[in-house]
Structures are given as C-alpha cells and as structure tokens.
C-alpha cells in the first residue's frame, strides 16, 4: 500500500446495481501540473496546450 504522501493519482471502478460500471483515473493537481510540464518540454499534445 502507498504512503498517503506518496499517492498521486488512482484507479476507480464502479458497479451500479442495474449492472453497469463506470471506471475513472484521478489525479491530483500536482500531479496534472507534472504530466502538463512533461509535454510541454517532450512537444506532446501540441506542447501541452490539450489532452
């Protein structure tokens, strides 16, 4: 298990009761500043203008 300090971003997933699922990644802020910083250094996503 990770450090609380340490978590940056994880993996939800979601049964409904009717059978259908849903899943997700959340991020945290610090953690979309870093990726948004990497490609706009690395010309990813048109240097970081959208993804």
């Known amino acids: 298990m990770d450090d609380d300090g340490s978590v940056v971003n994880a993996d939800v997933e979601l049964t409904v009761s009717d059978g259908t699922r849903w899943a997700a990644t959340v991020l945290t802020l610090g953690e979309v500043a870093r990726l948004m910083d ?4 690395s010309g990813e996503c048109q240097s970081g203008a959208y993804c």
């Open 38 to 41: 990497s490609y706009q250094e």
